[in-house]
């Protein structure tokens, strides 16, 4: 099995940092995409940021400057650094990964739980 555990979520001001990171772990042979969703109350999840495993990365305008998405393939792990927050950042954040698992015929998608990010004005 694949678990995909968020951590970093929270309370911040607005113009306030947060590191968000997400570890994927279980029988995994590699991680390929790694992204960020959120999904704002009454909106729909939306794509916030995408990077490959070669490291190559996507932002949706409304970020592009503000955050930053890594990983580290040595953890399975992916991050995005938020600065400059604003209060229409606020949304459920939720990690995705798409993976090989360990003698699997093909890729699939897994997601976290949801971590709560509220930035305050």
């Known amino acids: 099995q694949v678990q995909l555990v968020e951590s970093g979520g929270g309370l911040v001001q607005a113009g306030g940092s947060l590191r968000l990171s997400c570890a994927a772990s279980?029988?995994?042979?590699?991680?390929?995409?790694m992204r960020w969703y959120r999904q704002a109350p009454g909106k729909q999840r939306a794509l916030v940021a995408a990077?490959?495993?070669?490291?190559?990365?996507n932002y949706v305008d409304s970020v592009k400057g503000r955050f930053t998405i890594s990983r580290d393939n040595a953890k399975n792990t992916v991050y995005l650094q938020m600065n400059s927050l604003k209060p229409e950042d606020t949304a459920v954040y939720y990690c995705?990964?798409?993976?090989?698992?360990?003698?699997?015929?093909?890729?699939?998608?897994?997601w976290g739980q949801g971590t709560q990010v509220t930035v305050s004005s």
């Open positions: 279980g029988s995994i042979f590699r991680v390929n995409a």
């Open positions: 990077i490959r495993s070669g490291g190559s990365t």
């Open positions: 995705n990964a798409d993976l090989w698992v360990v003698a699997g015929p093909s890729t699939r998608d897994y």
